[in-house]
């Protein structure tokens, strides 16, 4: 009993960060995939702790920021800072190097859009980082599109992924799927760090996936006005995508394009505005998945006309680290309530429901691409 | 006399330096093209200074860096360093930050690949920028592919402009230009800052080009090992694009896969790798292309068997500053001699053959993006 009380205090002391817990760094750093060509850092070590160094020889102050966390680096004679952050979760991070106050891009990163700039990315090695993979198999093409938009009086940005064989039979179509990304990111999302193509490319090499088209999209989630996201309208968009975008694919690529072959998913608010538009759009959509972006509950389903007449497969997934968040916290995260109980509820009114976790990752890339891995596999089957 | 006198002897001074002009810096600064989405900084104004603004309250000294010029910021009373360069080129430069001796890039740009590392680039408004504009016309598609390389032991990345027909006419073929960038820059230089498809969008909507696919791959420039370009050998190269994407374009793509429709053309260290591959591998190859970087003299096309039946097109070009400098300083310049007297020299044996001068431009992007508009119009024509 005394035992347990000791083992409590410590965890409690641990939980509310009382306990400096020494610790020892694991000296196994290798540069990552993530780094500029030739460079030696930043580097990950199989703890996961993320290492950088910068060249700053005036500065007084230099610290890595990753994950919320800043940490300090220290400088050596040469004016070289060097530091490394606490074990990061495997997977693609945003991060920022702090020089006196100026928070700047790491000049040794390759860069990403997300938090609403373009910067630092890193890639901690995944145990299971084999199915996003470069491998040599037949590959598909990533093609930087410009479509008309009246409604918005643009040229506007997608990105469209076909499948290896689309220029090898030329007579024949393929389903699409609609990809969106999250707030504070853009369309570069899914195919840079999401890694969308190699991650069908792979699934289609072994079989594993239907091939089909991925469209990707500016989702317009960072044109929120002053007011937050409660004063988001889904219309601006929703206008881009269904009357301007989706006529212009059907128009230029070899597409099925009729409701059965076309699906719609997203990540966190990419799930939000994918709710949104498949749920008043049945006749356009007939496949939908939410990573890390709601769920889909019996009400929905009740409340929508057609629904189970017009859907074929519903997909709702989540980071292991984000169902742990729920739990400790019903009801206060950002979309409320259980959403595995929703898929369990519309799976007994016989709708195709599927819930997936992502083992020990949060609301973060690993979680997003796994889940596309796994959403592949299920669509335009039946 | 007298007045002339004094005119030669300011004109002297300011040429020597020895004259401080007291600069006016004009207040019509605007955001530019390639700033990060919602950044007002940096800024362009109508003397193409370039004014750079970035948070770091407790740095000592905070630099602009831009053409080989580094320019001090001041600091105002919330940690803002705002400054600005002297007047740059129309077009595109690469620059980065300086905050107390670490150069980094700036928070607030766009990042290209260029000078051996992903970095800040910047858009000074040229006069004659329409033509790379993104306009409302049919547009293209950039496409990223991977092709498999035995001799790299590889998948390598390429990037493949198809003209907007190209999704429309099914059984249509096109001839193909492989398009090379610079030494310190890759395959990325080409579609982003070289603006290569928005360039050839527009002269196909004008009829001004036939349309044709462009491929751009790494040409393995910065792979020059201790020794310096002296020891770089074409080989490896060579062997990738000869062997492997030629082969692979042909098959994947609906090509002319024949001499006549095949063209290449590089900038800088491209036009050199382009004049030893086309040289070597006219059987290969019935247009060349040299952006600042060399000339086809009339001893290359005589101590080159059938140069004359084969070769189609030659078309050189520089930017006018080169000319410049070349005229200064007579057979000292990176590739020696006078390019122009070469091109008069084949003209005058009966090669088709053209010489294109950039006005008041240097050894950058504004001069390859002006020789790709011109060489484009006279490929494949005849």
Chains 1, 2 share one sequence.
Do not use: C
């Amino acid at each position: 009993m005394k035992q347990h009380l000791t083992y409590l205090v410590i965890l409690l002391m641990i939980l509310s960060g009382s306990l400096s817990v020494a610790q020892t760094v694991k000296e196994d750093f290798k540069p990552t995939s993530t780094n500029q060509p030739g460079k030696d850092y930043p580097m990950v070590n199989s703890e996961g702790r993320v290492r950088t160094s910068i060249v700053a020889p005036d500065a007084d102050t230099v610290l890595l920021d990753i994950s919320a966390v800043k940490y300090n680096l220290t400088k050596d004679e040469n004016g070289v800072w060097t530091g490394e952050s606490g074990p990061q979760d495997e997977g693609f991070h945003y991060y920022q190097i702090w020089v006196d106050g100026a928070a700047v891009p790491d000049p040794n990163s390759l860069y990403y859009y997300g938090a609403m700039r373009w910067g630092s990315g890193i890639e901690v090695p995944a145990h299971d980082q084999e199915f996003y993979e470069l491998k040599n198999v037949p590959h598909g093409q990533t093609r930087e599109i410009y479509f008309p938009s009246k409604s918005t009086n643009t040229s506007r940005r997608a990105f469209v992924y076909t499948p290896p064989d689309y220029e090898k039979n030329l007579d024949k179509r393929y389903p699409v799927l609609y990809l969106q990304h999250g707030y504070g990111e853009n369309e570069y999302g899914w195919p840079n760090q999401g890694k969308a193509n190699l991650i069908m490319d792979n699934l289609i090499a072994e079989g594993k996936a239907k091939p089909f088209i991925i469209v990707m999209t500016y989702g317009m989630t960072n044109d929120v006005k002053v007011g937050g996201l409660r004063n988001f309208s889904i219309k601006p968009f929703q206008t881009v995508l269904i009357d301007e975008l989706i006529p212009y694919i059907d128009a230029n690529f070899r597409t099925l394009p009729d409701q059965p072959d076309r699906a719609m998913a997203g990540l966190s608010m990419g799930g939000f505005e994918t709710k949104l538009i498949t749920l008043s759009n049945l006749d356009t959509f007939s496949s939908i998945g939410l990573f890390s972006g709601g769920s889909i509950s019996l009400d929905d389903v009740n409340n929508t006309p057609g629904f189970k007449d017009k859907v074929k497969l519903v997909f709702v997934s989540y980071g292991g680290r984000e169902i742990e968040n729920m739990k400790n916290r019903p009801r206060s995260g950002p979309f409320g309530g259980d959403p595995k109980e929703g898929i369990e509820a519309i799976s007994k009114e016989g709708i195709n429901a599927h819930f997936y976790v992502s083992p020990k990752t949060a609301h973060e890339w690993q979680s997003w691409r796994r889940s596309l891995h796994e959403f592949a596999q299920l669509l335009f089957k039946n």
